[in-house]
């Protein structure tokens, strides 16, 4: 069963580049990598997502090294509005449609 | 606008009884989802249908039932056999390789 890691918080100030890295060691070969933004009683909403090299647009970029056994929100400038729950969520398994979510990484930006 | 809707917003349920979580989209999706989240937790799969009239169970079934009669809705039931049903419900479908989630559905035992 895929599990990913992220750190559990992060705190940062407002202007300031974030970076959540999240570890997903045992991906299937042709899964994506997605990531999700949550705020508080609602639900997650879909940010960005890739498969390899660096993805970028609107709101975020995603880096995913050649391993891709791990990869890394980037949020440029937060502000307060991006105190949120973040996930990246895998599929339960090869050929599932299923995403199991962990417990996110808990942001908060600080002005 | 196309998107999920969920109601009602609060429920509250008292022991014994059996309530209904309603789910509707009209993305025209044909995946359909049900997660439950309990506070500073994750969110943990319930149910899945991905056809009409086709559904599976995920990983805490246990105390829930849904349907999928209609390609647009899928509620779900949670019975008196669920123990601790106090939480957050959230409905999602699912087009390509991303989910699109409702606003959510909290439940309160009282």
């Known amino acids: 069963l895929a599990k990913t890691t992220q750190p559990v918080s992060m705190d940062s100030y407002e202007g300031q580049e974030v970076n959540i890295t999240c570890s997903h060691n045992?991906?299937?070969?042709?899964?994506?990598i997605t990531w999700y933004q949550q705020f508080p009683s609602q639900g997650p909403r879909f940010i960005i997502q890739g498969y390899k090299t660096k993805v970028t647009n609107e709101v975020a970029s995603l880096f995913i090294p050649a391993d891709r056994k791990s990869s890394t929100l980037s949020l440029p400038r937060v502000s307060l509005s991006d105190t949120a729950v973040y996930y990246c969520?895998?599929?339960?398994?090869?050929?599932?449609?299923?995403?199991?979510f962990g417990k996110g990484t808990k942001l908060s930006v600080i002005p | 606008d196309g998107g999920i809707t969920q109601s009602p917003k609060y429920l509250f349920r008292k022991e014994g009884q059996n309530v209904t979580l309603s789910c509707e989209q009209n993305l025209n999706h044909d995946a359909m989802y049900w997660y439950r989240q309990d506070p500073g937790q994750g969110l943990r799969l319930i149910y899945y249908?991905?056809?009409?009239?086709?559904?599976q169970k995920g990983d805490i079934a246990e105390g829930y039932s849904v349907s999928r009669e209609k390609k647009e809705s899928f509620p779900l039931t949670v019975t008196s056999a669920q123990k601790n049903p106090t939480a957050f419900y959230l409905c999602?479908?699912?087009?390509?390789?991303?989910?699109?989630f409702g606003s959510g559905t909290r439940l309160t035992v009282v």
């Open positions: 249908s991905q056809i009409v009239n086709d559904f």
């Open positions: 999602a479908s699912l087009l390509g390789r991303y989910y699109t």
């Open positions: 045992n991906i299937a070969t042709n899964d994506y």
């Open positions: 969520p895998l599929y339960s398994g090869a050929g599932s449609y299923q995403l199991t």
